[in-house]
Each structure stands twice: as structure tokens, then as C-alpha cells.
């Protein structure tokens, strides 16, 4: 029997000695369930509570990645791995690895291992590691076409083309060389074409996301007299008719706009992939590795025409179109020709577009073998990300809008002339604001061997060294980005950093009896920017019968902040909810002189960005199982795991600063008058602890063969028991298990299930995933306190391989057709549902037909 190395450990062993949580998924399982992107895949598992990918690039500038987050305690805190060997973070945050640079078509298996590995692997394991495993060799090639059609109309189909060969044995010719291209490309899709995400004023249920930035301008008057400054807009005589306006929910005599029907919910995403593998026999004990990946993927979204308002953006009487003015603009009673400050959505140019690129390289050079008896293996490995942003249409320069309001050029509260419009396109932003880039050059290297000979069996013993260099860079075209207020990086400046790390790490594996195994790990890293972390591992493994094994380990755990955390530029942009200014509206109540347009359930800015002071995380893991096979066929798993983290780096969630301002009133900036609420400072910061705590459960049974063919059931589900954390040091536990709390629930209950079929050249599988209610995003008085119901999905396939050289799948997502239950959630820029969790295109046919020669 062969030794092999298993996700969670350097020490080589027979793959049927393993006691480690590890959940395996084989490519062909994922490619016969329709999933498409890593993203898909791994939200499969359990374990995974929430995953980041192109939905939320909408209005929220993340570059368009795909994030994991194992445990739902930050996709920070997973770590991912392609072969055994660690890729360059997406350079937007710095913290996390994007996932649509995995090349899918390549992958053998994926290996997720359910427990900390900081021992191992160092920093970003606290969570779990996730490793994309590609094939080893290939023989020959083939090609796949794949096409996924919604059922209903509006867009988000998907195609794929996948081109593979290889030539060369290793074990004849000494050899391999292959080559796998991957092309992806998915349409969007509009949230107006989803009954349940195309509107954002949903009274009844808690939902009102309409924005006092409207297509015919509200305004306030300018007055030193606070008694009479009072608001209003022209268009609400009318009734606010036109452009998706309507009038102020509140009463008070300006409109709304509802704009959600101007978002999208899937933005149109394309990916290419190359990866490159030559693999070279030295002899019987040397081989040697050459691999390289290139990825590319563009995100391209669109969101509501621009807002201009906190610019200064005014009119007065001199303007034809001042209300009641020559233009024809209807007046407004108690206008005494006052100077009119604005907030304005000019419509004309249409929505906003902007079109995100990111680029990742990766190379790796790598030997391993036996040398004297020892297993080795070294690599050296340079991988880079590259991430750019720019405005594509839609994106109006503030300082362009303010002179041709003033000069009487522009009409803010109607249709424009032709003057007006041709003024416009020339005030159009277009090109590359923002570019990042993030370099990781390593080298690795480790030993291993039996050491020595004991009663129960051979010690194994592994050592292990690693050096990298970390790089990153933030540049901002601020000629063009501080045009433009609405892009959030109207006021932010270049940044750069880079670091060196090294660390050593050896592992020990102990037979003390037959039946009981005792593994030890450590490792020691070294940050010259942050300092040093030592962090242990133990182990035990006691399988007292065939049928019976209990599995335990406890390990300490750390993350370094990134150089993001410390050196990430400061950005400036639009909350995601709206919110009363505490100061100036408290209450929903403007204050004599506050411009209630810009005061008043309005989304206000926030400005976040890096900080030099922050702390690494640090980290205890407890995990305890048992596996059990009654019999052959059946094998279940139960498995404990708890989880403590303290000075855990992030921001206080929005919603959280709003609602306690005596709390937090040292965040909020105002201006030097104090009539106006500048910005709230939620820059990254050590928070405090947070604790969790569940059990996952696995069940494989392999029934019975039969004439009707072969029946596999495979079922993966986590119970989490807690979840709490804290928004600062010693402060009050926010419970998050079965409740929305600042950023998103925490599922108490999540499964995936699936019964595979198969008899001579036939297969079919059936597949579910659940996700269980909980307590929606209440507002703050908590005058609409819902459950979300429950998100379950099936999913079935069947192929056929009766056909020379070729196969064929044909298949349905989402079986029932069900749509994502209702939540008032408004941390996304999608209303009605949460794109995090649930899929809005509904029932989805696809087929996908594979040649191989």
C-alpha cells in the first residue's frame, strides 16, 4: 500500500490510518450536481456558514471575489491551499484567497479539514483548511461544453468550455506534461426581473430602503435663520410622478426613489483559467514538478444612477430652473428665494457601471522523494494578484455637477436640454481608479520518517521549514477618483507594505498501544512587523475495535493581521442601511436647521480603512469524535468542536454604531459648523473574543447490489450550539446562532444530502441542501421581529456514457423552483432576500457533453 501526505499533516502514512475530520469531495461529484465554481463546491459543506462571491460586488467595491468562511467565523480565518501549497490573497482585502481562481475542471478532489491547523500550516487555519487537489497526471484529452439556462426570464445563464490534454507516463516513459484551459462566462441578472428582490419598500414586512436622493431633486433651504430652513422638491405637488419616485413614507412634502429595480443581483461575470503541470522521474525515489496557473476574471455591475448630495451641490434664484423660476420648474409655497441646497440622482446618463479585473499568477517549482529513508519535499513558489477597478458609465465628477447647476446649465429637477445633456457626457468619468497587487515569493521544505520501533508500532517523525515575502501595494488614481464621491475612494491615498516571515514546524507520531495513537505538533512563526506565535497541537486517535474509533485534538491558533489590516487605504463610501443622524435627526426628527434630506433615514457615509496598531488573533481549538461502522457498508461520524478567539480584527458593524451613539459618539465626525455629519470612523480594529461551539455529523451508506444497480447516500450536516462575540474589549456578548445579529445569521442547522444511482453506463444523482430559519434583521425599536423560513434545495442529474468516447449530463438546480425566503436584510444592496445564501435564479436546466481522445 502506498503512503501519501493527508490535508492536516506531514507525516506520510497508509490513507487507511487517518483519524482526521477531513470531508473529501471527488470532482466527479461536484461535476455531476452542476457546480460550476469553487464557490458552489464549497458550499456543499456543512461547516461552511457563509461564502462572499459575485452578488456582492454590487455597490460594495469587493472586486467581484469569492470568499469561504468555514465555521462562519471570517473567511480570514480559512485557509486555502491549491496542492498542499498556499496562493496569493486577493489584494482588495488582503485576507482571503479567491476562490474563482481555483481551476474547477483541473481538480481531482477537494480535502476540507474540519479543525485548526495553525500547527501546521501557521497562520489563516483557525477555521479549517480547504485543499484543492488537481490531478496528479493526464493522459490524453478532452473537451467539455456545458450551458445552464434559468427557467425563468431575465438572464444568469451560464456556458463553460473546458480543453484538457496530457502526454506521458511516469511510470513507462518517466514523464507526464498536461495542460487544462477553463472558460466560464455567466449573464446578469436584474433584480427587477425577481418579483422578490424588485422593490425596496416593503412597509408591511420592514423594508424600506427608499433613498431621498431623487431623479427630480429634494432640497433644503439655506437660511442662518434655523427656524426657517424647512425641505421640499417641486415634484411633490405632482404627487412625485415619474422616474420610480414617490412621496416621503414620513409625511413631510419631499419624494423618494426606490432603487432597488436599478440593482443587480448577479453581475455579469466571465473566468479563464490555465493550469500547467510537467511532472519529470528523476528515478524510482526523485520526482520533480513544474506548475503553473494563470487566472483571470472580470466583474462587470451596475448599480442606480450616481447620488450627488453632501457635495455642496446648491441652486438659487438666479437659475432658470429654480422653482418657479423662467424654466418652467414649479414653485414651491414658503420659497422666499433662499439659496437651495440639493440632493439629486441625475437619471440622464443612466446606472452607474463599473468593471472590476482580477489576475492571478502562480508558479511552482517542486522535488520530493526518499533520501536515506527519509520522505522529502521542497518548493519554491512565487504567485502574484493583480486587482483593478473602473468606472465604465454612469459616474458623474461632483465638481463638473456643482458648476453646471450653479451656472444654470443643468436642470436638477426635471428633463434636461440639449445643452444639458451634452454638458453631462462630457462631465462622464471613465477609466481605471484603483489598481492592487499582492506578490507572495516562499520557499518550503520538509522531512519525514519512522524514527524508531516501538511495541505498538513504528514513531513517526516530520520537520519542516518556511521562508516567505509578502508585498502589497494599493494605488489610487485619485485625478479621477476624487471626482467622483460615490466611488469611495474619492479621498483615499496610495499605501504599501511587505514583510518577511519564517517559520519551523515538526510533528510527532506516537503508537502507544495497538489500539491508541498520540500525535504532536508544533509550530513557531515569525513576523518581522507583528512578532512571533508559538502554537502546539495534540492529538489522539483510539480505535478500540474495526468498528469503532474516537478521534480528540487540542491546538492554539493565531492569524497575523494582513498587510491590508495594517496598510489598507481609507475609503469613504455610503452605508449599506439608512440611518437617523443621531445629532441632527434623532428620533426621525430634524432638528431646527438640519437639511433633513441628508439627516433623516438616509445612508450616510462610513469610513473604514487600515490601522497600523492591530494585533494578531490568537486562538484555542477543542475538537472530540467518534466514527462508527456497524457495518461494511454504513460508517457514521459525530464529531465536537469548539472554537475561542479573542482580539479578533474587524469593524463594528454599522448598524451597531448608529444604534448606541453614546456609545460610539467618538466616531461620528461632523463638520466644523456641525450641521452636517461628515463620515463615522469603522476603521479595523482588535474587538474582542468570540466563542462557538457545535457538532458535525457525516453518514456514508453504501447499499446493497442489487439488478435495479447501486445506491450510495451520503449526508453532511453541522449543529452549531453557540456562537457569540464581542464588538469590543470586554464588552456584552452578541448571541448570533438562529439570529440575524450585526452582519448575517449563523445557521443553527445546515445539510447537504445526496443519493447517487448508478448501473452500467447510467448514473443519477439526487441532491438537497438545507439551511435551517432564524430571527430576521429587526429594525432598532424592533417593530417587525420575523423568522426567516428555512432554504431547501434540490438538485438532479443523470448521465449517460453509452456513447463512444463521450458522455453526457443532463440536469435540474433547484428542482421545486424555490424562491429565497424573505428577509428585510439590508447589509447587501439586494433587497427582499440575502444573496449570500440563497440562489435568485430559481429552477435552472443545464447539459454538459465530454469527448475524450
Known amino acids: 500500500m502506498q503512503r501519501v501526505e493527508v490535508t492536516g499533516?506531514?507525516?506520510?502514512?497508509?490513507?487507511?490510518?487517518?483519524?482526521?475530520?477531513?470531508?473529501?469531495?471527488?470532482?466527479?461529484?461536484?461535476?455531476?450536481?452542476?457546480?460550476?465554481?469553487?464557490?458552489?463546491?464549497?458550499?456543499?459543506?456543512?461547516?461552511?456558514?457563509?461564502?462572499?462571491?459575485?452578488?456582492?460586488?454590487?455597490?460594495?467595491?469587493?472586486?467581484?471575489?469569492?470568499?469561504?468562511?468555514?465555521?462562519?467565523?471570517?473567511?480570514?480565518?480559512?485557509?486555502?491551499?491549491l496542492n498542499g501549497r498556499r496562493i496569493a490573497s486577493h489584494p482588495f482585502n488582503g485576507s482571503s484567497v479567491d476562490l474563482n481562481i481555483i481551476p474547477v475542471s483541473a481538480l481531482e478532489r477537494v480535502e476540507v479539514l474540519r479543525d485548526g491547523a495553525s500547527a501546521i500550516y501557521g497562520t489563516d487555519a483557525i477555521g479549517g483548511v480547504i485543499n484543492f487537489i488537481t490531478k496528479r497526471s493526464v493522459k490524453g484529452g478532452s473537451v467539455s461544453v456545458e450551458?445552464?439556462?434559468?427557467?425563468?426570464?431575465?438572464?444568469?445563464?451560464?456556458?463553460?468550455l473546458n480543453l484538457s490534454g496530457g502526454y506521458g507516463d511516469l511510470n513507462k516513459d518517466g514523464f507526464n506534461v498536461f495542460g487544462v484551459v477553463d472558460v466560464h462566462r455567466q449573464g446578469a441578472l436584474n433584480a427587477s426581473d425577481r418579483a422578490f428582490s424588485s422593490t425596496g419598500y416593503i412597509p408591511g414586512k420592514g423594508v424600506n430602503n427608499?433613498?431621498?436622493?431623487?431623479?427630480?431633486?429634494?432640497?433644503?433651504?439655506?437660511?442662518?435663520?434655523?427656524?426657517?430652513?424647512?425641505?421640499?422638491?417641486?415634484?411633490?405637488?405632482?404627487?412625485?410622478?415619474?422616474?420610480?419616485?414617490?412621496?416621503?413614507?414620513?409625511?413631510?412634502?419631499?419624494?423618494?426613489?426606490?432603487?432597488?429595480?436599478?440593482?443587480?443581483?448577479?453581475?455579469?461575470?466571465?473566468?479563464?483559467?490555465?493550469?500547467?503541470?510537467?511532472?519529470?522521474?528523476?528515478?524510482?525515489?526523485?520526482?520533480?514538478?513544474?506548475?503553473?496557473?494563470?487566472?483571470?476574471?472580470?466583474?462587470?455591475?451596475?448599480?442606480?444612477?450616481?447620488?450627488?448630495?453632501?457635495?455642496?451641490?446648491?441652486?438659487?434664484?438666479?437659475?432658470?430652473?429654480?422653482?418657479?423660476?423662467?424654466?418652467?420648474?414649479?414653485?414651491?409655497?414658503?420659497?422666499?428665494?433662499?439659496?437651495?441646497?440639493?440632493?439629486?440622482?441625475?437619471?440622464?446618463?443612466?446606472q452607474r457601471v463599473g468593471y472590476d479585473t482580477s489576475t492571478s499568477d502562480r508558479l511552482v517549482a517542486a522535488s520530493e522523494g526518499v533520501v536515506a529513508g527519509w520522505d522529502y519535499n521542497v518548493g519554491l513558489s512565487f504567485s502574484v494578484s493583480k486587482a483593478t477597478s473602473a468606472f465604465v458609465n454612469g459616474y458623474l465628477g461632483d465638481k463638473r455637477m456643482i458648476d453646471g447647476v450653479a451656472s444654470g446649465v443643468l436642470n436638477p429637477f426635471g428633463p434636461q436640454s440639449a445643452a444639458g445633456l451634452d454638458?453631462?457626457?462630457?462631465?462622464?468619468?471613465?477609466?481605471?481608479?484603483?489598481?492592487?497587487?499582492?506578490?507572495?515569493?516562499?520557499?518550503?521544505?520538509?522531512?519525514?520518517?519512522?524514527?524508531?520501533?516501538?511495541?505498538?508500532?513504528?514513531?513517526?517523525?516530520?520537520?519542516?521549514?518556511?521562508?516567505?515575502?509578502?508585498?502589497?501595494?494599493?494605488?489610487?488614481?485619485?485625478?479621477?477618483?476624487?471626482?467622483?464621491?460615490?466611488?469611495?475612494?474619492?479621498?483615499?491615498?496610495?499605501?504599501?507594505?511587505?514583510?518577511?516571515i519564517g517559520a519551523i514546524f515538526s510533528e510527532l507520531s506516537v503508537p502507544i498501544l495497538k489500539s491508541l495513537e498520540l500525535s504532536l505538533a508544533a509550530r513557531y512563526d515569525h513576523y518581522n512587523d507583528v512578532g512571533g506565535s508559538f502554537n502546539p497541537k495534540i492529538g489522539l486517535r483510539w480505535q478500540p475495535t474495526s468498528q469503532v474509533l474516537f478521534r480528540g485534538s487540542y491546538n492554539t491558533g493565531f492569524r497575523a493581521p494582513t498587510l491590508y489590516d495594517l496598510h489598507g487605504p481609507m475609503s469613504k463610501t455610503f452605508t449599506a442601511g439608512k440611518y437617523n443622524d443621531p445629532r441632527l435627526c434623532p428620533g426621525g426628527i430634524p432638528v431646527p436647521g438640519a437639511d433633513k434630506n441628508t439627516a433623516c433615514s438616509t445612508q450616510q457615509y462610513i469610513r473604514t480603512g487600515g490601522n497600523p496598531d492591530i494585533k494578531p488573533e490568537k486562538s484555542k481549538t477543542f475538537s472530540a469524535g467518534v466514527v462508527i461502522e456497524p457495518?461494511?457498508?454504513?460508517?457514521?461520524?459525530?464529531?465536537?468542536?469548539?472554537?475561542?478567539?479573542?482580539?479578533?480584527?474587524?469593524?463594528?458593524?454599522?448598524?451597531?454604531?448608529?444604534?448606541?451613539?453614546?456609545?460610539?459618539?467618538?466616531?461620528?465626525?461632523?463638520?466644523?459648523?456641525?450641521?452636517?455629519?461628515?463620515?463615522?470612523?469603522?476603521?479595523?480594529?482588535?474587538?474582542?473574543?468570540?466563542?462557538?461551539?457545535?457538532?458535525?455529523?457525516?453518514?456514508?451508506?453504501?447499499?446493497?447490489?442489487?439488478?435495479?444497480?447501486?445506491?450510495?447516500?451520503?449526508?453532511?450536516?453541522?449543529?452549531?450550539?453557540?456562537?457569540?462575540?464581542?464588538?469590543e474589549r470586554n464588552g456584552a456578548y452578541v448571541q448570533n446562532v438562529g439570529v440575524y445579529a450585526d452582519n448575517g445569521p449563523v445557521f443553527r442547522w445546515r445539510h447537504n444530502a445526496s443519493l447517487q444511482w448508478n448501473l452500467g453506463k447510467w448514473n443519477a444523482t439526487l441532491a438537497n441542501k438545507y439551511m435551517s430559519g432564524y430571527q430576521d434583521m429587526n429594525d432598532v425599536d424592533d417593530q417587525f421581529v420575523q423568522k426567516v423560513k428555512p432554504y431547501s434545495v434540490w438538485s438532479l442529474s443523470g448521465m449517460y456514457a453509452g456513447f463512444k468516447n463521450t458522455e453526457v449530463t443532463v440536469g435540474v438546480k433547484n428542482l421545486l423552483n424555490e424562491n429565497p425566503p424573505f428577509t428585510n436584510q439590508y447589509n447587501t444592496f439586494q433587497t427582499g432576500y440575502d444573496p449570500r445564501f440563497a440562489d435568485p435564479l430559481g429552477r435552472t436546466f443545464y447539459v454538459r457533453a465530454t469527448y475524450k481522445f
Request: glycine residues 10%; proline residues 4%; negative net charge.
Open 423 to 500: 454638458y453631462m457626457k462630457n462631465s462622464l468619468l471613465q477609466g481605471e481608479y484603483l489598481n492592487a497587487k499582492m506578490t507572495n515569493t516562499g520557499v518550503d521544505a520538509k522531512i519525514s520518517r519512522e524514527i524508531y520501533d516501538l511495541p505498538a508500532g513504528a514513531v513517526g517523525f516530520a520537520v519542516g521549514t518556511e521562508f516567505r515575502n509578502e508585498k502589497a501595494e494599493y494605488n489610487i488614481n485619485t485625478a479621477l477618483a476624487s471626482q467622483a464621491s460615490s466611488s469611495g475612494y474619492a479621498e483615499a491615498k496610495d499605501q504599501s507594505g511587505s514583510r518577511n
Open 210 to 350: 427608499l433613498s431621498s436622493t431623487t431623479p427630480s431633486a429634494n432640497f433644503t433651504t439655506i437660511n442662518q435663520d434655523k427656524s426657517k430652513v424647512f425641505s421640499g422638491n417641486p415634484a411633490f405637488a405632482g404627487g412625485c410622478a415619474g422616474q420610480n419616485q414617490r412621496p416621503n413614507p414620513d409625511g413631510s412634502s419631499v419624494c423618494s426613489f426606490d432603487a432597488a429595480p436599478y440593482i443587480e443581483n448577479i453581475p455579469k461575470t466571465n473566468q479563464e483559467s490555465f493550469l500547467g503541470k510537467a511532472s519529470f522521474k528523476i528515478d524510482e525515489d526523485h520526482l520533480a514538478t513544474l506548475e503553473y496557473l494563470h487566472a483571470r476574471s472580470t466583474n462587470e455591475s451596475r448599480i442606480t444612477p450616481p447620488t450627488l448630495t453632501r457635495i455642496g451641490l446648491t441652486i438659487d434664484p438666479t437659475s432658470p430652473y429654480y422653482p418657479g423660476g423662467s424654466a418652467g420648474v414649479p414653485n414651491v409655497p414658503g420659497l422666499a428665494g433662499e439659496a437651495l441646497n440639493l440632493s439629486w440622482r441625475p437619471m440622464d446618463m443612466g
Open 147 to 160: 450551458h445552464y439556462q434559468p427557467e425563468k426570464s431575465g438572464g444568469g445563464d451560464e456556458s463553460r
Open 631 to 727: 457495518v461494511k457498508s454504513v460508517t457514521v461520524s459525530v464529531d465536537y468542536f469548539q472554537i475561542r478567539l479573542r482580539d479578533k480584527i474587524g469593524t463594528v458593524a454599522e448598524q451597531t454604531l448608529f444604534g448606541d451613539y453614546d456609545k460610539y459618539k467618538n466616531n461620528f465626525v461632523y463638520s466644523a459648523d456641525g450641521r452636517s455629519l461628515d463620515y463615522v470612523v469603522a476603521n479595523l480594529d482588535n474587538l474582542g473574543e468570540m466563542h462557538t461551539a457545535g457538532v458535525d455529523l457525516g453518514l456514508n451508506w453504501r447499499l446493497p447490489r442489487s439488478e435495479y444497480g447501486n445506491f450510495t447516500f451520503a449526508f453532511d450536516g453541522t449543529w452549531v450550539q453557540k456562537y457569540e462575540y464581542q464588538n
Open 9 to 81: 499533516s506531514s507525516i506520510k502514512r497508509l490513507s487507511s490510518e487517518t483519524a482526521l475530520p477531513i470531508t473529501s469531495i471527488k470532482a466527479d461529484d461536484f461535476a455531476k450536481q452542476g457546480l460550476t465554481t469553487a464557490q458552489e463546491v464549497l458550499a456543499t459543506i456543512s461547516m461552511n456558514q457563509s461564502s462572499q462571491g459575485s452578488s456582492q460586488s454590487v455597490g460594495a467595491g469587493t472586486g467581484g471575489q469569492s470568499v469561504a468562511d468555514l465555521r462562519g467565523i471570517g473567511g480570514d480565518k480559512t485557509l486555502v491551499l
